[in-house]
């Protein structure tokens, strides 16, 4: 089974912020940077993918805290 190494690091991302309040997670082989953030509303996160600096996209994961 293939893992994805993008699904890794936002995973990775997500449990930090969970965790510790915030994640970012870089990989250096591929310039990808993901950050997660808790949303104003402290139920979501919001996460931010970029690549070499440029963001990819950023959405919001719905109701974390209540999970």
Do not use: H
């Amino acid at each position: 089974m293939y893992n994805s190494r993008l699904a890794q690091i936002i995973n990775d991302a997500v449990n930090d912020c969970i965790t510790y309040g915030s994640g970012t997670v870089k990989s250096a082989d591929s310039g990808i940077q993901v950050t997660a953030e808790w949303a104003d509303n402290e139920t979501d996160i919001e996460v931010t993918v970029m690549e070499r600096g440029i963001v990819r996209f950023t959405w919001t994961e719905p109701g974390v805290a209540n999970a």
